[in-house]
Every structure is written in C-alpha cells, then in structure tokens.
C-alpha cells in the first residue's frame, strides 16, 4: 500500500490561498489521490480526486507533477468555515480507503 | 433521507456490555464501510461490504467485532464483551460502487464510550 505523508498542521488567514502537499512515493499505476475533509464531529467529506495534472472543481484544485510521488491540494481564499482536518488518501484498486493522521488547518481572521 | 445516518449518535456501555451501532446507507449504495476513529487520529478501516457480501474484515481488532449487512442495505456493527479501548467514533461510509472511485459518503458517527 502506498503510505502517505502530510504536515501535521498549518495556520493560514483568511483570504489567503492554502497548499498543503503530500508525499506518496510508493504510488502504483492504477492508483488515485484523492483528499477529504473532516469537521469536528462529522465523518470526512470528500473534496476532490485525480490522477494526473490538475483537477479543479468549485471548492479546490488538485495538482499532480507527472512523477505522481505527491500531490498539492489547493484551497483558494480560505475562510473561518475551511478550519478542519485535511486527509490525502491513495485508492488502491479494491481495497478500501485508508487514512493517515491529515493535516489540521486553522484558518485565522 | 439523502444522506448515510447512523444510531444511536451516542452509546455509553459498562465495560463488558455488548453493544450494536446501525447504519443507513444511502439508497441504491452498493458498497459500505466501517471504520473506527480514536481521538484525534484519523478513521481506521474496520470492514467492507459489497452488497451483502462481506469482502474485507481484516481491519476488525479481534472476534469481539462482528459486522453484517444481510440485504445489502442496512449494516449492523457488532461490539461483544466491550473493552475501555473500544470507546472511539465508529463511522459508517457508502458508495455508488467500489472503493476505486475514492468518493466515499460518511455519516456522523456513533461515539462509544465503554467505562
């Protein structure tokens, strides 16, 4: 299984953009990156998946260098309400989601 | 409703108690999953389902843990004989299809404490 390495926290205010990078160095061909966000007391929302390049939806971007060893999750002008818990995960065929410790943004006023 | 909901959202147990925590997937979701959250660590893969097939259990900590999902819908997780070390979030996740897609749909969790 590819492991995965995060910052264990970081602070941003609020406007600013926040990239939080994560290793996966093991990655294997068929395999996704994908990133969740959890709030306290609620289960992890999911935020965005890639495989290569970038992908953007309405909430971030996700960068992939063509190595694949990492992978940038990009948060445009963060807000209060973006404090949570982030979690890079790679998906591995059929087995299922496994999570590492994430990376805790506070985002100050 | 639209969402995975999961009960009770609080169970308290006497260590020794069984227990048993429920979840709803969303509707039509093939597969679901367990996993168990310790304080301020990230969720730990219990189990797996793929309708009612049971295709992953190598995450439960011991045969105290029993899951079983016997229509493919609704999950039970089971706890035997709980241990102070069982009190965590237990949550449940479905999804559309398989874990390739990576988009997982989790519910709130239900917080045990054993004491």
């Known amino acids: 299984l590819a492991k995965t390495t995060q910052p264990i926290s970081m602070d941003s205010y609020e406007g600013q953009e926040v990239n939080i990078t994560c290793s996966h160095n093991n990655i294997a061909t068929n395999d996704y990156i994908t990133w969740y966000q959890q709030f306290p007391s609620q289960g992890p929302r999911f935020i965005i998946q890639g495989y290569k390049t970038k992908v953007t939806n309405e909430v971030a971007s996700l960068f992939i260098p063509a190595d694949r060893k990492s992978s940038t999750l990009s948060l445009p002008r963060v807000s209060l309400s973006d404090t949570a818990v982030y979690y890079c995960?790679?998906?591995?065929?059929?087995?299922?989601?496994?999570f590492g410790s994430g990376t805790r943004l506070q985002v100050q006023p | 409703g639209a969402g995975v909901s999961q009960s009770p959202r609080y169970k308290v147990a006497k260590r020794g108690q069984d227990v048993a925590l429920r979840c709803d997937p969303i509707?039509?979701?093939?597969?679901l999953f367990w996993y168990q959250q310790a304080l301020g660590q990230g969720p730990e893969f219990l189990t797996y389902f793929q309708n009612e097939a049971q295709l992953d259990k190598s995450g439960l900590p011991s045969d105290r843990f029993f899951a079983e999902r016997p229509e493919g819908s609704v999950s039970t997780l089971k706890i035997q004989r709980t241990q102070q070390e069982d009190s965590a979030v237990y949550l449940c996740?479905?999804?559309?299809?398989?874990?390739?897609?990576?988009?997982?749909?989790f519910g709130e969790g239900s917080r045990l404490t054993v004491l």
């Open positions: 996740a479905s999804s559309l299809t398989g874990p390739l897609t990576g988009e997982l749909f």
């Open positions: 995960l790679v998906v591995t065929g059929r087995r299922a989601l496994t």
């Open positions: 509707s039509g979701h093939v597969s």
